[in-house]
């Protein structure tokens, strides 16, 4: 069938048709030359780019369209004159091939009174030179002749997608949905909290992730995004400046300089407004951006794959434990072991990571430790002959893949529910969260075998001042101090291990520890409360926080492939620590002979890092 022969010429100044907003159609029916899809611009809009439309519905370049599809489609826009009708001057004339970018659409036209901008879109040629076979549908040549010039969109459609916003995948946050704004080469987002219920309104602390897709960015001119929140000021917030992180494939990851972001905070009687503004000219037209590198369920399903392929056949096994109340999700269980070896003859570690959703250093440091315990270093086979690691991967996966920054499904503070049973400390009250009866239970049923619980670490994050290092909070502090043997015997164990991972991961890489730890945990509802409510000295429980921004690499930047090296370090000192390997030199003195070093107090303050 012959393709109608029409000419699509569409004014700057005049009415445009109304468009139903809805479902978007199949917009690869643009092709269809009786699918009745037409091309249009945004007549008032300088920089317009041309999508299709039925009338209804629009088809975005970029978004619903890509340009391969589009790949021997010529478009023609030049500027007309008003009375005598022939184009002037051509803004440009594009057959799009491989090299074509989506920005090169873009009018770049001065609309004045004497002129108005026509667009035509050609069919592929099917011989040499340029296309002259017109897309199909209902458009005129002149409003002078013919009479229906109308046919643009007088103002930017409310769906106009350039830049097109997006978080709809996993760990996907890009704020308050009615806050969220795009114009030309600009977008900014208000943070959420992590779920609707209103007490969350008084703790701004726990909105602090943020992960975006941006299409239809331009790479010829700079872009710019805002990341704002605002709290009163009697209220602890985002308190600290950070450096966001990009990507062009949500893969490889880079840091922004610092010359590209403005970081302001503004408190205007009492309510405080804290910015990142970052303005970068790209150089692809869709970007991911993020508060720090992300990682969801599926990328550890992707390395636990990869694993499983290098490891030694039988030393990793995995066990869903249960599934997550919300998203269903399967919440694991990834035990390392050599299998030759019986378990009476080994010592059970215990690690857990993501209970608040979005503190994504830790699941670094578990691939970090795994691919150390897969490999053929000496030292892994020492290991997996000697400990049995147990590793949950993700404590909190609807958190995780709904993009909160701390809470799961349930807006629920996982890491302070680990409510005991008063009865039997042993088990979890009625009202703890699902996901902690989920570990607990594998944690008794582990308990009951042969081969006994040593070691148990949980994996957080903290917002912190860019230098801030990673550190532990131990617990309860030196006999000197007042502290009873089992006190003290857990406090020397938990420094003794801390300065085992500072020797192997770096003396100056980890913050030191403070002078005590107090007793303030016992009667908390923490992992470690628990751990000693039933094991007293026995387990050595602690908590690493890792953080964000330059964490003792200054002036360069904490990355993925840094915090695995921490999780190896993790792994070597469980060696030390268990007298399986002899390290040739402590990283220091033993820290019950430290000062205390001058820090943020709420770095080193536990409770309000977790509450």
């Not at 893969?251 to 922004?256: A, D, G, H, P, V």
């Not at 000496?378 to 147990?390: E, G, Q, S, T, V």
């Amino acid at each position: 069938m012959k393709k109608q022969k029409l000419i699509f010429l569409f004014p700057l100044f005049l009415a445009s048709a109304a468009y139903a907003e809805g479902n978007k159609p199949n917009c690869a029916a643009i092709t269809d030359p009786n699918a009745g899809w037409y091309p249009s611009f945004a007549a008032d809009m300088i920089n317009a780019m041309p999508y299709f439309t039925d009338g209804k519905s629009r088809c975005y370049i970029g978004q619903d369209i890509s340009l391969a599809s589009l790949k021997g489609y010529r478009f023609f826009v030049f500027e007309e004159g008003s009375v005598s009708g022939p184009y002037i001057e051509p803004i440009y004339d594009i057959t799009i091939d491989a090299k074509t970018k989506l920005e090169s659409l873009k009018f770049y036209a001065v609309p004045t009174i004497v002129r108005f901008r026509s667009l035509a879109v050609y069919f592929p040629s099917l011989t040499e030179g340029p296309s002259t076979e017109l897309l199909s549908g209902r458009s005129t040549q002149s409003q002078y002749w013919w009479g229906e010039r109308n046919l643009a969109d007088s103002t930017k459609p409310v769906d106009y997608p350039y830049p097109f916003m997006s978080d709809d995948f996993l760990s996907g946050n890009a704020g308050q949905p009615a806050l969220q704004k795009t114009d030309f080469q600009t977008a900014s987002i208000t943070l959420r909290n992590d779920g609707p219920e209103e007490f969350l309104d008084g703790i701004p602390k726990w909105r602090n992730w943020w992960y975006v897709s941006l299409s239809g960015v331009f790479t010829d001119s700079a872009f710019t995004f805002n990341i704002d929140d605002t709290y009163p000021s009697e209220n602890r917030g985002w308190e600290y400046d950070y450096t966001p992180i990009y990507s062009y494939d949500n893969k490889t990851w880079q840091r922004f300089n610092l010359s590209e972001l403005i970081e302001s905070v503004k408190d205007d009687a009492g309510t405080v407004t804290r910015s990142i503004q970052i303005i970068k000219k790209f150089t692809e037209n869709k970007v991911w951006l993020s508060r720090f590198y992300p990682y969801s369920t599926d990328d550890f399903d992707q390395f636990y794959a990869q694993i499983l392929q290098t490891a030694p056949q039988g030393y990793i096994t995995k066990e869903t434990l249960g599934y997550s109340p919300v998203l269903k999700k399967p919440i694991e269980l990834v035990t390392m072991t050599s299998p030759a070896v019986a378990e009476a003859d080994k010592k059970r570690v215990w690690i857990h990571t993501r209970t608040h959703s979005a503190e994504t250093g830790g699941s670094f440091l578990v691939e970090g430790l795994m691919n150390f315990l897969a490999s053929d270093d000496p030292n892994a086979k020492i290991a997996m002959d000697n400990l049995i690691f147990h590793i949950v991967p993700v404590h909190n996966p609807d958190g995780v893949n709904n993009g909160n920054y701390r809470l799961n499904g349930n807006s629920e503070n996982l890491e302070v529910l680990w409510l005991r049973d008063p009865k039997d400390p042993i088990n979890l009250a009625v009202e703890a969260p699902f996901e902690n009866h989920v570990l607990n239970a594998a944690m008794k049923n582990l308990t009951g075998k042969e081969g006994k619980f040593t070691l148990a670490l949980n994996l957080h994050s903290s917002q912190s001042k860019r230098e801030t290092r990673p550190f532990f909070y131990p617990h309860f502090g030196p006999s000197a101090l007042g502290y009873n043997a089992e006190e003290s015997a857990l406090w020397d164990d938990s420094i003794k291990y801390i300065d085992f991972v500072k020797h192997y991961y770096g003396k100056d890489l980890i913050e030191p520890s403070p002078a005590e730890g107090g007793k303030a945990f016992v009667d908390k509802a923490y992992p470690e409360s628990w751990w000693w409510a039933n094991f007293k000295n026995s387990v050595m429980a602690l908590t690493l926080e890792t953080t964000y921004d330059q964490a003792g690499y200054a002036p360069h930047y904490v990355d993925q492939e840094k915090y695995r090296e921490l999780g190896k370090s993790l792994g070597m000192a469980a060696l030390a620590y268990h007298g399986l390997i002899t390290p040739t030199l402590v990283s220091d003195t033993p820290s019950s002979s430290r000062s205390k070093r001058s820090l943020d107090s709420v770095i080193l303050d536990e409770v309000a890092s977790k509450e």
